[in-house]
């Protein structure tokens, strides 16, 4: 019995180690369009993400200002996650109400059972400790991750999948990330 146990204790050791399992297979995935992209945290990585999407052919809005109510004209999300202080600034928002935003949309698009793609293309200049409140907001929700492989040198990016249990992909450039986009797009 005693080895039994052992055994037991081994098998749930693996598992925690190895971390949960994701349901979905990152080439299994198939999204579909229209395609809201916002930037929780303001920054403007957000454009980029646009430019990348148009390249791809993928029908899309970016709007950093989005509001639950507007994820009833898509089908997918695309946060783009990264704090940027010039960006609230410009945009006249203070982070509180960038976070209540956040929470909100999350909360509808779970509602909504519409998927979240978790982004992070900032690199380590956008990992601060008001970028990782919005990624704890943002990936319990999220479906799959896309980042740069530079905004995760400490592993929490693809620890936050695992922690998670959702698929990501990683590159060295942010010009990279549209054909990983695209593949969600297939």
């Not at 089908?75 to 960038?98: C, N, Q, R």
């Not at 999350?106 to 979240?116: G, L, N």
């Not at 293309?121 to 400790?129: E, K, M, Q, V, Y």
Request: proline share 5%.
């Amino acid at each position: 019995m005693n080895r039994l146990v052992k055994i037991a204790l081994l098998c749930v050791s693996l598992f925690v180690a190895v971390g949960f399992v994701s349901a979905v297979d990152w080439d299994s995935i198939k999204l579909d369009q229209p395609v809201l992209v916002t930037a929780p945290g303001q920054s403007p990585d957000g454009l980029m993400v646009k430019v990348l999407l148009a390249r791809e052919g993928i029908k899309f809005t970016l709007d950093n200002a989005a509001k639950k109510d507007v994820l009833a004209n898509y089908k997918t999300v695309i946060m783009v996650v990264g704090y940027s202080g010039k960006g609230l600034g410009a945009a006249g928002i203070s982070k509180e109400d960038e976070i209540m935003r956040t929470k909100s949309l999350v909360a509808e698009a779970k509602t909504k059972k519409i998927p979240i793609i978790l982004a992070h293309i900032g690199g380590t200049a956008r990992r601060g400790p008001s970028t990782q409140e919005l990624l704890d907001i943002v990936a319990p929700a999220a479906y799959c991750m896309v980042f740069v492989e530079g905004g995760n040198p400490d592993g929490v990016l693809s620890g936050l999948a695992q922690k998670f249990g959702f698929p990501f992909r990683s590159c060295e450039k942010i010009s990279s990330t549209g054909p990983l986009f695209a593949e969600l797009f297939k």
